[in-house]
């Protein structure tokens, strides 16, 4: 619950038409003040006393919709039994950490994810990929890949790093 006051207190949303039309049913608002009902709504679980632990409600099912590139399942899917074939079980081409480490066999698959060398986000069009386009990383190193927008240089500073 986000109590009214803290809305028509907020610069941002005091007039927007949850305020100015309280008796609808549907509110027209802009993407700002969305981000920022958004924003209040986060922080309306969040415990403010400094003698209770840190907390917040989480759990709430929401309905969002964003874009994203079409990755081909076959393709992944191939790409890691080809690893197989080859060296008789997977490993990451940047850290080095294989299916052999400290993870229980049924998980250790899991832990490799498939990078796309040359990034889909610059793709104007769909376009062809192979498996010489792809690399099999850990999950941690794909994480740390995209860390920031410059995939290309994270990589290499990744693999500089594990070079030593």
């Given amino acids: 619950m986000l109590p009214r006051a803290r809305v028509e207190s907020d610069p941002i949303l005091r007039g927007s038409t949850i305020i100015t039309i309280p008796q609808s049913t549907v509110f027209r608002l802009t993407r700002l003040q969305a981000r920022r009902l958004e924003k209040l709504w986060g922080q309306a679980g969040i415990s403010q006393s400094e003698e209770e632990r840190p907390s917040a409600w989480e759990g709430q099912v929401q309905l969002s919709s964003h874009r994203k590139r079409e990755r081909s399942r076959f393709l992944i899917a191939k790409k890691l039994e080809a690893a197989r074939k ?43 990929t192979t498996l010489a386009d792809l690399a099999i990383v850990f999950g941690n190193c794909h994480r740390a890949i995209h860390a920031t927008l410059d995939v290309q240089a994270n990589m290499e500073a990744l693999r500089r790093c594990f070079a030593k």
Avoid: D, Q, W
Avoid at 106 to 112: E, G, P, T
């Fill in 86 to 128: 080859e060296g008789g079980f997977l490993g990451c081409e940047i850290c080095g950490i294989t299916e052999n480490a400290p993870y229980p066999a049924r998980l250790a698959s899991r832990v490799f994810e498939v990078h796309h060398m040359s990034p889909l986000s610059l793709a104007v069009t769909p376009c062809k």
